[in-house]
């Protein structure tokens, strides 16, 4: 292919990536203000309600059967016969079943997972609520999958930015005037209804779709064994960073549980560079695995280095934030061990797909079992000696974990990485930038040099894409001045 036909592709690739960015990047200043709702609430008040929205997401993954990924996967290839709105109908249908027995069975048991999960203090009662508002997410997240799928980019733009500010924002903005963990919990279940109502009435043909008896068990014999493949990975994915906030309200207190809470949210601004990217990159993937290849693992080495670069750079500016919020510098020494978990987490969005195109989605289920039965059995030992670091270890290595087992099982069948060496130094030097931030807490100009020298030497080690990066910012721009 020409080099003027590459670049125009590499282009338009952009540019799609840009257009379901959009709704990310304005959620980033939507995540941004909640970051400083979060920074100015006490610790003591915000504990409580991140562990809720955090299990919040679980049990949503939980109700939701992973139907929302088998919607993606055979949105274009219904099976059955159905049409894709059918698709869409039966997998909603399906999950709100399965949701409503949890709300049933959680009056029998509330007490108790209550106290389990870190919640005891705000009573049993917490616990249906909690259902209700993880039934409410959950079609929201339907919604959500079902615009994009649509290429309906206004809708979705619109839908996603709501559903942001319901799951970041809306339901901390009580806690200015009161602590009651009831009220800020009705707030975070009126914030989702508002967006259910809204968007559902305008899609409610494709709720609504008729969907004789045969039909939907043809579809259930397809997409329920598939999703459910795929629901243990989803459920206990959410539920790792829950884990460690149970574990830090139950041996740490109130005021820690806050602590960890807003030092997690501050590491996922690393997320800011996969803007849009998940959105776009998995129906991509699956639509033009076969002759894109090596497309696919040249974005790769350049999601790579965005995001190993972004980390160097949140680690050399980090002690900025913490002037900022001077009551949440305590969880300082543990902000890069939380940035690396979540570095874990966003670059297995380019090794792991060989499992989901080989049909083999066990894997991803075994990896992220791993990852939550190793961090449950690391917080139950390094939390009650180490406090809030010990919390803070076991999320980043059983992150590690759950992102090396389903990266050798991903590659094996379908290889996205072009350079084993490339990769393995970028991760060797995130440990050292990880190590650098965690022993040097207290030393701001050496900690700044070193994690810097290491952001050169990303730079150098991926300057191929580095270049290409550049190359292509400036055709967006030269494309956007030509139009104007």
């Known amino acids: 292919m020409p080099d003027t036909e590459k670049n125009s592709a590499a282009q338009s690739f952009a540019g799609n990536v840009m257009k379901y960015s ?21 610790s003591e008040v915000l504990g409580a309600p991140v562990t809720f929205m955090t299990y919040t997401a679980t049990f949503m993954n939980l109700g939701i059967l992973g139907l929302d990924q088998a919607l993606l996967r055979f949105y274009h290839e219904p099976p059955a016969g159905a049409k894709p709105r059918q698709l869409f109908a039966a997998c909603t249908r ?69 559903m942001q500010a319901c799951y970041n924002l809306v339901y901390l903005l009580p806690g200015f005037f009161t602590s009651n963990i009831t009220i800020l919990v009705l707030t975070a279940i009126l914030s989702f209804g508002v967006v259910v109502i809204a968007f559902g009435f305008k899609y409610r043909a494709a709720a609504l779709s008729d969907l004789p008896a045969p039909m939907a068990a043809g579809i259930a014999r397809t997409v329920v064994p598939y999703g459910i493949a795929l629901a243990p990975a989803q459920i206990l994915f959410s539920l790792s960073s829950g884990v460690c906030l149970s574990f830090v309200s139950n041996y740490c207190g109130d005021t820690a549980q806050g602590l960890f809470a807003f030092g997690y949210s501050l590491a996922q601004l690393v997320t800011a560079i996969q803007a849009g990217f998940s959105t776009y990159w998995g129906p991509y993937v699956y639509a033009h695995y076969r002759e894109q290849q090596e497309r696919i693992a040249r974005v790769h080495d350049v999601l790579n280095l965005l995001i190993f670069g972004f980390f160097c750079l949140l680690v050399m500016f980090e002690d900025v934030v913490f002037w900022i919020f001077a009551n949440k510098r305590d969880c300082l020494a543990i902000f890069p061990l939380l940035m690396l978990a979540v570095v874990f987490n966003i670059l297995c969005e380019g090794t792991v797909y060989g499992n989901s195109i080989a049909r083999k989605p066990w894997h991803d289920t075994i990896g992220i079992a791993i990852g939550a039965g190793s961090n449950f059995l690391l917080c139950s030992w390094l939390v009650p000696a180490w406090g809030l670091p ?95």
């Open 22 to 42: 959009v709704a990310t990047y304005l959620g980033f200043g939507i995540t941004g203000v909640a970051l400083i709702v979060k920074g100015l609430l006490p």
């Open 390 to 484: 010990g919390a803070a270890l076991a999320l980043a290595a059983s992150n590690g974990f759950a992102f090396l087992y389903r990266t050798v099982t991903g590659q094996m069948y379908y290889r996205t990485i072009p350079s084993f060496a490339k990769t393995i130094s970028g991760f060797l030097l995130a440990f050292a930038v990880t190590a650098i931030g965690t022993v040097l807490w207290q030393h701001f100009v050496l900690k700044f040099l070193l994690a810097g020298t290491i952001l050169f030497i990303y730079c150098t080690l991926y300057r191929t894409q580095l270049i290409k990066l550049w190359q292509m910012g400036l055709g967006i721009v030269r494309g956007y001045l030509t139009k104007k």
């Open 94 to 162: 399906f999950s709100v079943v399965f949701m409503l027995l949890g709300v049933v069975c959680s009056l029998f048991f509330s007490g108790p997972l209550a106290a389990a999960l870190g919640l005891g203090s705000a009573g049993p009662g917490i616990i249906p609520l909690l259902f209700v508002n993880a039934g409410l997410y959950m079609l929201v997240r339907y919604l959500n999958v079902l615009l994009r799928l649509e290429n309906d980019l206004r809708a979705y733009t619109a839908e996603t930015l709501w």
